[in-house]
């Protein structure tokens, strides 16, 4: 359903003024811990863009949108053979005709925040940094997210301990002090966000879509809460980028506070806010200046992703979406990264 002719065959070496976006809600499914330093994040902001009164509002740090994401793309890569599953040593064997670090198994290896690999689709679309070995900027834009609903009404603190094995906090008479009170973002908080791909493949957008679709878990403990749910309102392809994760939150609050679908103690009805974000999303991309190639909503959005969502359940599907990703990485590398430091090292 996506116009293929929007999408470069290959990926350019400069910014060519072609824009991705997938318009998302995301829902907190659980308590969710999104924090610095011990406490949640937070943001003094005005609650809406005509409602001026100033209110608190958790933030959802970008880091914390993207990196879950690109650690499912990684893995899949990595259970798919694609990248290798050995983490990096400190004298690394590099490949003389590809100029890699490949493992026994011919697989690059790419090992996170230790030794990137420069040229699967995670690098070349997420970016990396490896200081006086090269960096390559993201090409995916995310910003800070903002929850819809005042700090007050959204999280909510809870006393944790952490029992003995006879289920009590004490043992020969003696208390454990293991007892912390810790605040967490309550479920069905949401965040407005927008995802910005710059300058893709078909692949590489794809691969990117596959990653915020399986994304489940965000934030700190997410081996046992901080489930999100993705909520995709739609995808936009234009020349340049649409409104900000905080406009978006603003104008949504104040439509939905406009026909009385705020309660302070409730949470918003998902299916409420999802239907008026879609009509807010479209009205401030009239507004946004920018040339519109095409705007997929609606039930030509539910079937563009059912359609990647038939392709994702087998394992061949899965493998051909990730190869064909992975060849459009290679060619970006064998192009200007592995060019670069050929022409470097003369």
Do not use: W
Request: some cysteine; proline content about 3%; aromatic content about 8%.
């Amino acid at each position: 359903m996506l116009q293929s002719t929007f999408f470069h065959a290959a990926v350019p070496q400069r910014p060519m003024g072609r824009y991705a976006h997938i318009i998302l809600l995301r829902e907190t499914d659980s308590y969710a811990l999104f924090q610095t330093d011990g406490e949640l994040n937070t943001a003094r902001v005005a609650a809406g863009q005509h409602n001026q009164r100033m209110i608190t509002r958790l933030t959802m740090f970008k880091r914390k949108q993207t990196t879950p994401e690109r650690l499912i793309g990684r893995e899949l890569l990595r259970n798919y053979g694609f990248i290798s599953a050995e983490q990096a040593t400190d004298k690394p064997t590099i490949d003389t005709q590809t100029g890699l670090y490949l493992d026994k198994q011919g697989r690059p290896v790419c090992d996170y925040n230790k030794h990137f690999c420069k040229q699967c689709p995670d690098c070349i679309s997420y970016g990396f940094a490896i200081g006086d070995s090269g960096s390559e900027k993201s090409k995916i834009y995310s910003d800070t997210a903002y929850s819809l609903t005042a700090y007050e009404s959204s999280h909510e603190a809870f006393t944790l301990n952490a029992p003995y094995e006879s289920g009590t906090m004490s043992r020969q008479g003696e208390v454990s002090s293991r007892i912390n009170e810790q605040d967490h973002v309550r479920p069905h908080v949401l965040f407005p966000s927008v995802l910005t791909f710059r300058d893709p493949t078909s692949a590489l957008f794809d691969f990117m879509l596959n990653n915020v679709l399986r994304t489940r878990r965000y934030g700190a403990q997410t081996t046992r809460t901080g489930t999100m749910t993705n909520h995709v309102l739609g995808i936009i392809l234009c020349d340049g980028e649409i409104f900000s994760n905080l406009l978006f939150t603003q104008t949504l609050h104040d439509a939905l506070d406009a026909i009385g679908a705020l309660h302070p103690v409730e949470p918003v009805a998902t299916q409420t806010a999802l239907a008026t974000a879609q009509t807010v999303a479209e009205s401030l991309l009239r507004d946004d200046g920018v040339v519109l190639s095409q705007v997929l909503m609606g039930e030509e959005l539910a079937t563009s992703l059912a359609n990647l969502r038939s392709q994702t359940r087998s394992e061949a599907g899965i493998e051909d979406l990730l190869k064909a990703a992975n060849g459009d990485s290679r060619t970006y590398y064998d192009a200007y990264i592995k060019k670069a430091k050929a022409a470097k090292g003369k």
